[in-house]
T-cell receptor, first 113, second 116 residues
């Protein structure tokens, strides 16, 4: 799996957009970008995923650069409950290792009043 | 609502005893479930892949005789920590992947194990 690089921590004011970057310069053509988050002492929660097109759902938007070497997760209006560790994971959608996720250290996002 | 149910959420046991953790897929049948472990201030580490009706596949460095996995049905996988010791104290999390959802994982709430 391609390795990802994320800043260890970020701050965001409540109500503002939180933009979390992720570098994945060795991503392969069949690998998707997944974002999960983990609120303290809970299991991770799926947020969004994409291959090459930008994606949006009720939780967030995912912007993937044209060369696919980096992406940005956008929480449009951050709330205090969005404080969590955010993981960017690059993974093939199928294949012999289907389902296995490799978690890095992620980005600790702190949303403050 | 929750897709994955994990039980118990918190367990304290004496050193040398065994602890069983259950992971249930509530909304769909899961031929494959995953078990992760997370130590304080660290990221999740995959321990093993649980396959319904067959032996689990363990990651390198994980003792299969110590962490017994049983996936007897399409909705239930169990992880038994045998002869637990204080160093086994950790946060254990299971997950399931729904076929056709492009590898989206649904995680349980986790089990906090404290071995005294």
């Amino acid at each position: 799996d391609a390795k990802t690089t994320q800043p260890p921590s970020m701050d965001c004011a409540e109500g503002r957009a939180a933009n979390l970057p992720c570098n994945h310069s060795t991503i392969s053509g069949n690998e998707y970008v997944y974002w999960y988050r983990q609120i303290h002492s809970q299991g991770p929660q799926y947020i969004i995923h994409g291959l090459k097109n930008n994606e949006t759902n009720e939780m967030a938007s995912l912007i993937i650069t044209e060369d696919r070497k980096s992406s940005t997760l956008i929480l449009p209006h951050a709330t205090l409950r969005d404080t969590a560790v955010y993981y960017c994971i690059v993974r093939a959608a199928g294949g012999t290792s289907y389902g296995k996720l490799t978690f890095g250290q992620g980005t600790i996002l702190t949303v403050h009043p | 609502g929750a897709v994955v149910s994990q039980h118990p959420s918190w367990v304290i046991c004496k050193s040398g005893t065994s602890v069983k953790i259950e992971c249930r897929s509530l909304d769909f049948q899961a031929t494959t479930m995953f078990w992760y472990r997370q130590f304080p201030k660290q990221s999740l580490m995959l321990m093993a892949t649980s396959n319904e009706g067959s032996k689990a596949t363990y990651e390198q460095g994980v003792e299969k005789d110590k962490f017994l996995i049983n996936h007897a049905s399409l909705t239930l996988s169990t992880l038994t920590v045998t002869s637990a010791h204080p160093e086994d104290s950790s946060f254990y999390i299971c997950s399931v992947s729904r076929t056709g959802t492009k590898n989206i994982q649904y995680f349980g709430a986790g089990t906090r194990l404290s071995v005294l």
